[in-house]
């Protein structure tokens, strides 16, 4: 199963709602986005596989935030042997966490507008985890069950904001700069994913290149591990790290400039392209 949250015009406005890819169609569902879908209950798969009042071609549609507004967005960072070799850091012992919020999140096909107080916008395809279940203290067996499905993140970096101290934070969560999305894919579909090509280019150089099986920490234990010290709800999101190829270990150094579009790709998650844009200054 495929879910997705699209933009619709209501009124003079736009609202949101969770969709259901059939086909070349989208199944809008009866909730406001994903997250209110698998808040619903443990019966979430039932209620996706239901009828939609409408559809939406998928060539029309207007594809929001996955989960437009988690309770939590949790990063993990130095999670890739070749991104930790070319940051010149050592394999740690345990996921190293940082987070986001959800003024920072847009659309799979949204711009990453590029702000005027930065010069150093970098990228990083991950692994995304969509939280399905309340989990709290559970094993890593058991994790895997309480993960409803997969997505696609770019967690877009403000280098320069981010080395300014050692709590990188304030480089992480720029508002409207992390691409999420477009599906939720189950893992029945991929396998949770555990061997799947991830790709990021910029135009039409390929500046990252893996495969999620290169992960220190799987998708299971950095749901395990979290979930030993606060409670994950469904709906929250996990960005699970990014392999090496990042813009700010090349040499010379090299970012993100207006009028280049990223594209990054999951194989069977589907894929993001973002035009960039720069901020009026």
């Not at 770019?154 to 999305?181: C, H, Y």
Request: hydrophobic share 40%; charged share 20%.
């Amino acid at each position: 199963m495929r879910l997705t949250t699209i933009r619709l015009q209501d009124g003079d406005g736009m609202t949101t709602a969770a969709g259901r890819l059939d086909g070349d169609l989208i199944s809008v569902l009866p909730y406001p986005d994903v997250g209110a879908l698998l808040a619903a209950g443990p019966d979430w798969r039932e209620r996706a596989a239901q009828a939609g009042d409408r559809t939406v071609p998928v060539s029309e549609a207007s594809f929001a935030p996955l989960v437009p507004r988690p309770e939590k967005v949790l990063c993990v960072g130095a999670n890739y042997r070749d991104h930790i070799a070319e940051a010149g850091m050592e394999v740690p012992r345990y996921p190293t966490l940082f987070a986001k919020y959800a003024r920072s999140l847009i659309g799979p096909y949204d711009d990453i507008v590029l702000p005027a107080n930065s010069d150093a916008v970098d990228w990083e395809v991950e692994l995304g985890v969509v939280i399905g279940e309340v989990a709290r203290n559970i094993d890593r067996e058991a994790a895997w069950d309480v993960i409803a499905g997969y997505t696609i993140v770019n967690d877009i970096s403000m280098r320069d904001w981010q080395l300014r101290t050692s709590q990188f934070l304030q480089g992480k969560t720029f508002e409207a700069s992390t691409p999420v999305g477009p599906y939720l894919v189950t893992p029945d579909e991929v396998g949770h994913a555990r061997a799947a090509d991830l790709t990021c280019a910029v135009d039409d150089d390929v500046m990252q290149k893996s495969v999620t099986s290169e992960l220190v920490f799987s998708a299971a234990e950095i749901v395990s591990y979290i979930s030993s010290f606060i409670t994950l709800v469904p709906g929250d999101l996990i960005a699970t790290g990014t392999p090496g190829g990042v813009g700010a270990a090349r040499k010379p150094p090299l970012f993100l400039t207006d009028g280049q579009t990223l594209t990054s790709r999951i194989d069977g998650l589907g894929e993001q392209v973002n035009r960039c844009v720069a901020e009026s200054r």
